[in-house]
């Protein structure tokens, strides 16, 4: 390197830079010094700069030698682009190298513990500012804040004022003003769009930056929640490729079980596209019954580190909503070759139980086994066999081995909560034909039952071998949602002795105590709400609403990652692994040596993904039966209120669903108290009360199916008392005309800020 090449004395930031591109060798200390002729304190400062340097992430280095940090400074701003098994993947915010390289991609760490609980989840297109490092071959991001502001997606119907400027109306009924589009993209009018901040400024506006077509269109507001909560829902060609290679694996007869002799039933709603599992059972000349619970084998065909396990990880389950399923496998798999379909030979996880004349399960053993399922039936059309004496031996078989288990669920004296559920109807167009109560049958039950045994008997199955298991967890009520309940049943004049072992039959022996069924159905919902949310985990907490010591998750790989898992440790533990395959697939069916060693990682994961569904699923419905009403609006119907807050009162229509909100300021001319333990609205005037299971008629005002928002208000307004106005932003202000002009809102103009001082 010529010398006094570089210019004589302490060198900036971007000379150091400069030195360190150009240096044939590692540029320590002593050469960057040497270079720009430094001596005496002009070193000490030369070190000092170079610390704060690699400080701020310009550079890296250790105690001899620097370098470039290859674009990643030490401290950057991040944005969320993936969640990988459970684990966001950023990428640098602003990433523009000279030589187009793709931007690197750093798995972010988050806090764990009570840290963790301090804010939600990251999710895709989140902002962080994060410390970075370089691990191994890869990068690490530590966060260290959420960047807040609008610098998520936000979705939301395209409206256009008198002077023709975009609105963006957001479809999360959260959000309840429209938002200034500054970019349009080719948006028209009424699309339903994706759009994201023009700029770092709040007053930059949005850009669209995709169209997703007509909001009230047919499947739209499946789309709206798959987009809101971030739900993949397309499969890479490298996962499709691998799902259509592993389908083609042929089934080795020697190394299974042959189950293809018994009249196996998979009993299933009218409308699965999937059938996970299938059950048998006949008398065993004892008083019980031998049984067999048959689950589709995904974990051969669905094998660790491969590209189809990989989605499956990042879906986490299958997502149902009433017009479409977002599947956790391709449909090669998940609706064909891994579905037990009758008539035709299906690998599957046998679980062999031996039922006792009291419905114990005395033993239970696990195989992998070929299956040819003799009939795949409608729980209704089950039900009406048995009903009108027409059933099968087979059928009526089950029947009577699950009045044993039955009798052994009596014993156990689960949690039981008879809630109703909602069902939507879709005709052939895609369009609302009826909402429906779900109807509950004992066809329903019978598959139940037969489920609960085989996911014990797995779970046992796997400490017997001191394996690792994913166990479903329910924990008992916390001492603060027990308190809260016990202060609500005082105002039905009821107890709740917190002194006691609070266990599911005390609430099932509260709740058989009332007569009065409106009671009853309040009571209900309240019990409900003291539970808290069953999650996955490697250690076990017993599942308290089912009163059971040990509980997995092992009958629905087809659609639950959880079980998948679950079913890999069994080919673990119990030696059950299938010859190598000759395809380009992972060579074996067991549990990776990732998750055996840290089970909490992908458990968590799991969990999160569950709660995501059930999100998604809730705001869908929550759209259909908005729409269902939309057309009803001004029509009065019986509601029961279901949650009082000082804001106003939550009401339910009765037979139907759909939960709405009825502001205070339509309730009367006067101050309403709330009461929260006794959860009511009182008038300080006139005394009139509002609580909780109370019947009202009240009259629709509000029906957004872009949004799932209801609002309704008393039948009989009062004079003076506010009216619901119809939910909206900017749209609802349209310019007036005045001559040639358009006139505008009157007052300071919204781009001039007000400049007097503050008193």
């Known amino acids: 390197m010529a010398k006094n090449k570089f210019p004589q004395g302490l060198p900036t930031r971007q000379q150091v830079?400069?030195?360190?591109?150009?240096?044939?060798?590692?540029a320590g200390k002593r050469e960057i010094a040497k270079a720009f002729g430094l001596k005496g304190t002009e070193k000490i400062a030369l070190k000092t700069l170079l610390?704060?340097?690699?400080?701020?992430?310009?550079?890296?280095?250790?105690?001899?030698?620097?370098?470039?940090?290859?674009?990643?400074?030490?401290?950057?701003?991040?944005?969320?682009?993936?969640?990988?098994?459970?684990?966001?993947?950023?990428?640098?915010?602003s990433w523009q190298p000279e030589d187009a390289s793709p931007p690197p991609r750093l798995r972010v760490v988050e806090p764990r513990g009570k840290a963790r609980d301090r804010g939600p989840a990251l999710r895709v297109g989140d902002r962080i500012l994060a410390r970075t490092e370089e691990a191994g071959k890869g990068w690490l991001a530590h966060p260290m804040k959420k960047i807040q502001g609008g610098e998520e997606q936000l979705m939301g119907v395209v409206e256009l004022d008198g002077t023709g400027k975009g609105w963006l109306a957001p479809v999360d009924k959260r959000v309840r003003n429209a938002v200034p589009i500054s970019d349009l993209g080719g948006a028209e009018a009424g699309q339903l769009v994706l759009a994201e901040p023009a700029g770092r400024s709040p007053r930059s506006g949005m850009k669209v930056v995709a169209v997703l077509g007509d909001p009230l269109a047919p499947r739209a507001f499946s789309l709206i929640a798959i987009h809101k909560h971030g739900i993949p829902f397309v499969f890479p060609e490298a996962a499709l490729r691998e799902a259509e290679e592993a389908a083609k694996l042929p089934l080795s007869e020697d190394k299974r079980e042959d189950l293809r002799h018994l009249p196996i039933v998979a009993i299933d709603p009218a409308d699965a596209r999937d059938h996970?599992?299938?059950?048998?059972?006949?008398?065993?000349?004892?008083?019980?019954?031998?049984?067999?619970?048959?689950i589709a084998d995904v974990s051969f065909y669905v094998r660790p580190g491969g590209q189809t396990d990989r989605e499956a990880r990042k879906r986490g389950n299958s997502v149902y909503f009433p017009d479409r399923v977002?599947?956790?496998?391709?449909?090669?798999?998940?609706a064909d070759v891994c579905s037990l379909k009758s008539g035709a030979d299906r690998a599957a996880m046998a679980c062999h139980l031996s039922i006792d004349s009291e419905g114990r399960i005395k033993d239970w053993r696990f195989t992998r086994a070929i299956v040819r399922i003799a009939e795949v039936i409608a729980y209704e059309e089950a039900q009406r066999r048995i009903d009108s004496g027409e059933a099968e031996a087979h059928l009526a078989n089950l029947w009577d081995a699950w009045r044993l288990l039955e009798k052994a669920r009596n014993a156990r004296d689960p949690l039981n909560l008879e809630l109703p559920e909602r069902r939507v109807v879709l005709d052939e167009q895609g369009k609302i034909a009826e909402i429906a109560i779900r109807e509950r049958l004992d066809a329903h039950r019978v598959v139940e039952d037969f489920m609960i045994a085989a996911n014990v008997a797995a779970a046992k199955a796997l400490e017997a071998k001191v394996a690792p298991v994913v166990y479903r967890i329910h924990e008992p009520?916390?001492?603060?949602?027990?308190?809260?309940?016990?202060?609500?049943?005082?105002?039905?004049d009821r107890k709740l002795s917190l002194g006691q072992v609070i266990t599911p039959s005390l609430f099932n022996r509260m709740l058989k105590d009332i007569a009065d069924e409106a009671e009853k159905a309040l009571i209900m919902e309240a019990v409900l709400r003291s539970q808290t949310q069953a999650y996955y985990g490697p250690r076990n907490a017993g599942h308290f609403g089912l009163s059971l010591g040990s509980y997995a998750h092992f009958t629905s790989p087809i659609r639950r990652y959880s079980d998948l898992l679950v079913h890999r440790a069994l080919v673990d533990a119990y030696g059950l692994e299938q010859p190598r395959p000759k395809a380009d697939l992972p060579p074996t069916s067991g549990q990776s040596d990732r998750d055996r060693g840290d089970l909490a990682r992908v458990s968590e994961a799991i969990s999160n993904a569950e709660r995501r569904a059930m999100e998604a699923?809730?705001?869908?419905?929550?759209?259909?039966?908005?729409?269902?009403?939309?057309?009803k609006v001004g029509e009065v119907f019986d509601t029961r209120i279901t949650g009082v807050q000082k804001?106003?009162?939550?009401?339910?229509?009765?037979?139907?669903?759909?939960?709405?909100?009825?502001?205070?300021?339509?309730?009367?001319?006067?101050?309403?108290?709330?009461?929260?333990?006794?959860?009511?609205?009182?008038?300080e005037l006139s005394g009139e009360e509002f609580a909780m299971g109370q019947i009202l008629k009240l009259r629709l005002a509000e029906a957004n199916p872009l949004t799932g928002a209801l609002k309704f208000e008393p039948v009989d307004v009062a004079e003076g008392v506010q009216r619901i106005e119809r939910r909206g932003g900017k749209m609802e202000h349209k310019p007036r005309r005045q001559g040639n002009y358009t006139a505008g809102k009157r007052g300071r103009p919204s781009n001039i800020r007000h400049q007097g001082k503050r008193k």
């Not at 830079?17 to 590692?26: R, V």
């Not at 400080?55 to 969320?80: C, K, Q, W, Y």
């Not at 699923?617 to 057309?631: F, M």
């Open 17 to 26: 830079l400069d030195f360190i591109a150009q240096s044939d060798e590692p």
């Open 51 to 93: 610390k704060d340097m690699a400080e701020e992430g310009l550079i890296d280095g250790n105690r001899s030698a620097f370098h470039a940090m290859g674009g990643v400074p030490r401290v950057t701003v991040l944005r969320i682009v993936e969640i990988d098994e459970g684990e966001p993947v950023a990428i640098p915010d």
């Open 276 to 294: 996970d599992d299938a059950i048998w059972a006949e008398p065993d000349g004892q008083g019980g019954f031998n049984a067999l619970v048959a």
């Open 326 to 334: 977002v599947p956790m496998l391709p449909e090669v798999l998940s």
């Open 477 to 492: 009520p916390s001492r603060e949602k027990l308190v809260a309940l016990k202060d609500y049943l005082a105002t039905f």
């Open 617 to 631: 699923e809730r705001d869908t419905i929550d759209r259909y039966v908005a729409a269902w009403l939309s057309g």
């Open 647 to 683: 804001f106003g009162l939550f009401a339910t229509i009765i037979g139907l669903g759909g939960d709405g909100l009825v502001p205070v300021s339509t309730l009367g001319a006067e101050r309403f108290n709330y009461d929260e333990k006794a959860q009511r609205l009182i008038g």
